[in-house]
């Protein structure tokens, strides 16, 4: 177990998880790793997610597969976003309102 000095305030915005996700990189010698390597991490705890959303449900799952909680996998899987979003400089605060804007111009009415 590392001695971080790393400390996430209780009730964060958006940017302090971002910047609190750049420290931890730093910190765990992970800034070396590229976009690509990044999403590809995402994209396995993706997975990860939709084992522990079985197990939660109570679905069929592989009695040989390691599964964790889906709280930790929602975790790690905004961990990764955080990390990509440093990687290609995007505020994800901003980035969120900004989407919103057009979201809420769009019509969500299904039809069938």
């Given at each position: 177990?590392?001695?971080?000095?790393?400390?996430?305030n209780s009730n964060?915005?958006?940017?302090?998880?971002?910047?609190?996700?750049?420290?931890?990189?730093?910190?765990?010698?992970?800034?070396?790793n590229s976009i690509?390597?990044?999403?590809?991490?995402?994209?396995?705890?993706?997975?990860?997610?939709?084992?522990?959303?079985?197990?939660?449900?109570?679905?069929?799952?592989?009695?040989?597969?390691?599964?964790?909680?889906?709280?930790?996998?929602?975790?790690?899987?905004?961990?990764?976003?955080?990390?990509?979003?440093?990687?290609?400089?995007?505020?994800?605060?901003?980035?969120?309102?900004?989407?919103?804007?057009?979201?809420?111009?769009?019509?969500?009415?299904?039809?069938?």
């Amino acid at each position: 177990m590392s001695d971080s000095l790393l400390k996430l305030n209780s009730n964060p915005d958006l940017r302090a998880i971002q910047e609190y996700v750049n420290q931890l990189e730093i910190e765990r010698g992970f800034t070396g790793n590229s976009i690509q390597q990044e999403c590809l991490l995402l994209g396995e705890e993706v997975g990860e997610l939709f084992k522990a959303v079985r197990k939660q449900q109570k679905m069929r799952i592989d009695a040989k597969s390691k599964v964790t909680e889906v709280e930790e996998e929602l975790a790690d899987i905004l961990i990764y976003i955080c990390a990509i979003a440093n990687r290609l400089n995007v505020n994800l605060e901003q980035a969120l309102r900004d989407k919103e804007e057009i979201n809420k111009k769009r019509n969500w009415h299904m039809t069938a």
